[in-house]
Every structure is written in C-alpha cells, then in structure tokens.
C-alpha cells in the first residue's frame, strides 16, 4: 500500500509539472503569437498613425480641424515631419466629417500673383486628387465637396466631389516661391491664403477660413517606435469605417488587444510584446530602407522614391485587386507623407543614401554633387538633407537644402551648380552650401518641380555624390 500510494503521489507530481510546463508553453506562445502580430499591425497601419501623429501636432500647435495652419516662412528644422520641402510653404488643411460633415475646399487660380501645388488624401494617405498648376484643374482653380463615407447628398453645381473612405484625412498645399526673398514670400504666402476651407453647411454664407501660422512650433510627427504607436493605431479602429480589404486585421488587432468598442488596456506581459513586435518591425522596416528602391538613373546612387507598387497603388487606392503592397506602404510612411495622384506631372522626388562609393553619408564629412545645366524642370529643383535617422530635418542647423530659386546660390560658367555637404562650408561656397550634424548620419533627396520628358527620357542625368574630404 505504501508503495502504492508513493508512485501515486509521484505521479501527481509529475502530472503537476507537466501541467505547469504545459501551461508555461501556452502562455509564451501566445506572447509570440502578441509578438509576431504586432509587427505586422505596425506595418500595416503605419500611413494613418504617421497621419495621426502630424494631427495631434497640428492640435498642439493650436489649430483646429476646418482651419489651415501653414510655416509662414520656409521650413527650418522646428518642423519635424517627414522629409518635408523647405523650399517651399507649406499649407495644410486637416478634415473631419464625422464631426463637421461634408467640407468645401476652393483653389483659386494660377497667375501671375503665385501658383501652387496641392494633394488631398484620406487618413491611410491614399490619394484623392491633386490641385493646382500641374492637378486636376491644370492650374484653373477648382472648388472641391469632401464628403464623408456613406454621403448620399447633393454637390452644388461648379464643384466636384472627393469621396474619402475616412472620415478623417488632410490636404497639402505648396505655394511656389520664385525666390527665399522678403517680398517673394510674402507674395507666396498672400496667395496661399487665397485658398478657402468651410463647411458645405455654410456654403450660402461661407465664413472667414481660419490660418494659424506655426511657423515657430515645434512640429514634431516623427514615427515613435513604442507602445504610443498602438494607442494611435486604436484610435483608428475605434473612429473609422472598417476598409473591406482590411477586414482580415480585425481579428489580427484583436489578438494584440485592440478591438473596437472595448478599451485598449494592455497588461504587462502584452506590453512586453507590443514592444518587442515594434522592435522587429522597426528593424525590418530599416534593413528594407537601407538595401533601397529602384535607380533611376542607371549606375548612380539616385533612386525612385519608393517601391513601384506602393506608389501604384496609394494613387489609385489599390484598384488592381491582385495586389495589396501593404509592406511597401509601410516602408513608404515611415520616412515620408501625403500621396501624389500623378507623381512626375507636378514633381518627381529622387532619394540618395550612398555615395558614389555605395558608402552612407557621414555627417562629420564633406560631399559635392555637381548638378549639371538644364535642369529639366519649368518650376524649381532643390537637394535637401535629411537626419538618416528619423527622416526629418536635421536638428540646429541653419538651413536644410539649396534650390534654383535661392537668390545667392552660384553657377558655374557652363551653367551647372556645385552643392557641398558637410559641417563646414568650403572657403567661399557658403551659397552652395548644406550644413550637416558631424555627430549624426544623413540622406539626401532632390526635387524636380514641374519635371519635363527629359528627365524621364534620361537624356539628362544628375551623377552621383562623391565625398570630398
């Protein structure tokens, strides 16, 4: 009987411990499973938290959906979004039609007075349409009704209407500069404000719109790779529509604790989780940057500017329903935003993050790019640097880029621009000049406005950067 009752006992020990190792299992697969998934979600929903991020910053700044904030002068390194144009002003209007319904947004012409560049797009950043000299209007003016999903009310006559599958999203208006000079500014900056936003409720009396400059905030809508990125992405799921092709992440985003209708409140070991998945896709997403895009100019460095596919398809909100370039998007927004409808007709961006000898850009180093005459472009170019890090301007330093349309920048005899990049200025190149963080590494991107088919016939080429000392 001893005997008996001994090998029991042990064998409900054994059972216990096969038990409590059977259990230890489960939970540390589905802390895996956490894992796993939450990488996927950063991935998939990084256009509207990158969307999300530049809204709260607008709140901070002290604008209001239903008003424009615009930088009152170029961009320096306060505005801290990604990879923006500080040869230009920047115009931004943010909509929310659940709260406001449907929204009237009136570009006025193209003159003599100034011309601009505008893109509206939804809260994931896929296109609407484009506005201005080279959009929809050809530089006209048009008057565009945003609606909210499910609108089923009537356009006034003389406008046209933008159907977002969101009810929120933004608009992004360039008002061109011929030049970086007091009077050009202004100039640029009177005609911008002749853009008009108001609610379509108001359209028989439409009132006042409201500017706010943040030209002196700082703006800061970088990419945060920690569990915050998750509470943004809950904010979408609570407020918007679900996307028919994005109703397979319903159950995806249940299983890392955001559903909707139910608070997101993670517990600590999913916490862990969150934040090992963000670690990985952040990895991922830095290693598919680095190994780059398509050349566009074969046997240089000068890439596209993103993946085919993902410009493809924010542009036609992935009409084509055999693909879905969900990875490609996800690269795409976690160092840029907004999205062109007709990229090339407007502009046409190149990226740069390796010398002439496949070697990164150190910011404690000189470069020099030699761009050569006849630029194919009717509007401007301009080479801006960039932190390789976080994507925006790089912090402290005067300026961020040089550009046709800077008064002081030289020429050479022939009719080609040296541009040097570095923490010092070479001795008398102060105009061509692109200050750089000896501490931090950056990247480069060039700008053609208004391209002409030269550029993309390549009988023009810009060559690659070589480092200089």
Known sequence: MIRMALAFAVALMSAGTALAQDARSADELSQRFVHSRAAEAVIWGMPAVNMLLMYD?????GGKPGEIIYWGKPL???????????????????????ADGAMVVEIPPAGDDGSLNGNFVTLWQTSLEDAGLHGVDKGAGVKFVITPPGFDGKVPDGFEQLQPDTFTGYFLVRSNLKSHGDADVQASLAYGKRVKFYPLAKIDSPPETVFKDVKDSEFDSTIRYDLSFFTLLDRVVQAEPWLARDRAMIDQLRSIGIERGKPFEPDDATKQSLEAGIADARAWLEARYDAGFP??????????????????????????????????????YSYAYISIKRLGVGQFYLINIKDRNGAGYDGASTYHLRVPP?????????????????????????????????????????????????????????????????DRRFELMFRLYAPTKALFEKTWTLPDVERAG
């Open 57 to 61: 910053q607008m709140l901070k700044a």
């Open 76 to 98: 320096d390194w306060r505005n801290q979004t990604l990879t923006p144009n500080p040869d230009t002003l920047y115009f931004m209007g943010f909509y929310d039609t659940k």
């Open 295 to 332: 050349v566009f100019f074969e046997g240089t460095h000068w890439t596209m500017p993103s993946l085919p596919d993902a410009v493809e398809g924010q542009s036609t909100t992935y009409a084509d329903p055999e693909t879905y370039a969900v990875d490609a998007r996800g690269i795409a």
């Open 374 to 438: 006849d630029v194919p472009v009717e509007q401007y170019w301009s080479v801006t640097a960039y932190d390789r890090e976080t994507h925006a301007l790089i912090k402290g330093v005067d300026r961020a880029s040089r550009a046709s349309n800077a008064a002081d920048l030289q020429k050479n005899g022939d009719g080609s621009v040296d541009i040097w990049f570095g923490p010092k200025a070479p001795e008398g190149k102060e105009g061509n000049w692109v200050p750089t963080d000896p």
